[in-house]
C-alpha cells in the first residue's frame, strides 16, 4: 500500500546504495559522530546528487530533492541507537539500513566482497579459498538475497508516488526485482560502479542466471563503459537465451534498456577546495617538505584491484635504472584501508608494507626515504593540497578502463602487469618537456572540466524518466 502523504513540491530521487555517504561512530547511548565515507561511488553521488555533507554545497540535480538511502556502517542492535542514529541521518538527507552482525558478515565481507567483487575484476581466488567459498557460498548467497529485500523494505516505507529509484552497483542486485515485485510502477534504475566481466567470466557464478534476471527488472541498467554494457548483455543472451538489440535486452516484448554513462567529478568542489586559506597554507608547507624532489602521487583504497603492488614494484624498476633519479623523486602513496575484515585485503596489506620496506631499506638514506606509504584516510582539504602540489599527474591504467578511455590522448597509458613498461614510462613522464606535459594537461583538464559527475547523474536520471515514458506510450497504443 502506498503512502499517503502531500507530493513534494520537487520530484524526489531515493538514491540506494550498500554504504550511506557518512559512516556512524558510537559516542553515547544516543549521540554519534558522522565521518565521510571513501569510495568513487560516494564521491560521485555526493557531488551530483546535492547531499549535505561538509563543504558539499546544497545543489547537485536541481530539479530533485534527494534522498539516500544505505548502511551507515555500523551495528547498532539496541533500539534506542536505532532511533537517534536515524534522527541523526534524517538532517543529512540520510535514511539507515539496519543490517546485523551476521548479515554482514555473509552478505558484505562474503558474497559482495570475496565473491562478487573478485570476479567482476577477474581477479580469480586462489584454489583453497575456492573451495571453502563454495562450501560457504550458499548461506552468502542467501544472506545477499536477505539484505537486499531489507534495502527493498526501507525503499518501499519511504516511498511517494513520483519517486525515481536509483539502485546502485554490485550490492543491490537483486533490488530492482524486488521493488518491481512490491510495486510495478516504480521508476527503478540500477547503475554498476565497477566493472561487468565478459560472460565466460560472469557465467562460473553459481547464482549467474537469478542475478541477470533480477537486475533486468529494471526500466534503465547503466555502465561506466561501453564494453560493460556489452558484456552484460552478451550475458543476458548466452546465459538466459534472450534477445540483444542495440538498446538493450528483449525479453518477450520487454525491453530493458542498457547503456553507458561515463562517470565524472565535481571539479568546482576541488577549485574551491584550494582557495581556502588552511589548503593554500598546507600546499605551501608541503612544498616545502618536498622540495627540490618531483612528486608522484597515488591515492587509492587498499584494494587488490588498484594495482598498489605492481605500482611500487615498477618504481622500485625504475630506481634500479635510473640512479641518477635518486632523492630526487618521491613517490606519495595513500593507501587508505578498506574491507579490513576480509582475508585477502588483510593479506594485500602485508604484501605492500612488506614491497615498501624493502625498497626504503634499499634506496632510502638517513635524511629521506623514496616511497611514503600511508595507511589512512586523508580528508578532503588535506586531499586536494596533495593533488595541488603535484606537477606529475598520475599515469591512467588498464585496470580502470574508464579514466583511460576518455583520458586516453592526455595520460599516458601502460600495461600495469608489465613492470618494465610501467617503469619506463615513469621515466617518460619525470622527463617528459613541459610543454608537452602542459598539452597533455590541458587536454585531461577540459575532459574532467566537462564531463562532470553532475552530467552523469542527470543523464541517468533523465533516461530513466523518458524511458518509463516510452514504455508507458507503448502500453497505450
Ligand atoms: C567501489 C565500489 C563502491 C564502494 C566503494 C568503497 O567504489 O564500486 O560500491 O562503495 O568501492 O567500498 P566499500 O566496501 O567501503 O563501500
Known sequence: ???????????????????????ANRKGESSWQLDMSIGGLVSALLDSCGILIEDTPDKGITEFETRWIGWAGVNVPDEIGQKSLTEALAEKRCIPVFLDEDL??????????????????????????????????????????????????????????????????????????????????????????????????????????????????????????????????????????????????????????????????????????????????????????????????????????????QKILAFEKFLEENPDWHDKVVLLQIAAPTRTNVLEYQKLTCQVHEIVGRINGRFGSLTTVPIHHLDQTLDFHGLCALYAITGFKKGSSDSKRGAAQSLGAGAILVNPWNITEVASSIAYALNMPAEEREKRHHHNFMHVTTHTSQEWAETFVSELNDTIVEAQLRIRQ
Not at 500500500?1 to 554504504?19: F, M
Request: net charge positive; proline share 6%; aromatic share 10%.
Open 1 to 23: 500500500e502506498l503512502r499517503k502523504r502531500p507530493a513534494p513540491i520537487r520530484q524526489r530521487l531515493l538514491v540506494v546504495a550498500n554504504r550511506l555517504p557518512v559512516r
Open 104 to 309: 554482514v558478515n555473509l552478505y558484505y565481507n562474503g558474497y559482495c566482497n570475496n565473491i562478487l567483487w573478485p570476479l567482476f575484476h577477474y581477479i580469480g581466488l586462489p584454489q583453497e579459498d575456492r573451495l571453502a567459498t563454495t562450501r560457504s557460498f550458499q548461506s552468502q548467497f542467501d544472506a545477499y538475497v536477505r539484505a537486499n529485500q531489507m534495502f527493498a523494505d526501507v525503499v518501499n516505507e519511504h516511498y511517494i508516488e513520483g519517486d525515481i529509484v536509483w539502485c546502485h552497483d554490485y550490492h543491490l542486485m537483486f533490488l530492482p526485482k524486488f521493488l518491481k515485485e512490491h510495486n510495478s510502477t516504480m521508476k527503478v534504475g540500477w547503475f554498476l560502479h565497477t566493472p561487468f566481466p565478459s560472460s565466460e567470466i560472469h557465467r562460473t557464478l553459481p547464482s549467474r542466471s537469478e542475478l541477470l534476471r533480477a537486475v533486468l527488472v529494471a526500466d534503465l541498467v547503466g555502465f561506466h563503459t561501453y564494453d560493460y554494457a556489452r558484456h552484460f548483455v552478451s550475458a543476458c543472451t548466452r546465459i538466459l537465451g534472450l534477445e540483444g538489440t542495440p538498446d538493450g535486452v528483449e525479453d518477450q516484448g520487454k525491453l530493458t534498456r542498457v547503456a553507458a554513462f561515463p562517470i565524472g567529478i565535481d571539479p568546482g568542489r576541488f577549485i574551491r577546495a584550494i582557495q581556502l586559506p588552511q589548503v593554500k597554507d598546507h600546499i605551501e608547507e608541503l612544498k616545502k617538505r618536498f622540495s627540490g624532489r618531483k612528486i608522484m602521487l597515488g591515492v587509492d583504497r587498499l584494494d587488490m584491484i588498484k594495482g598498489i603492488p
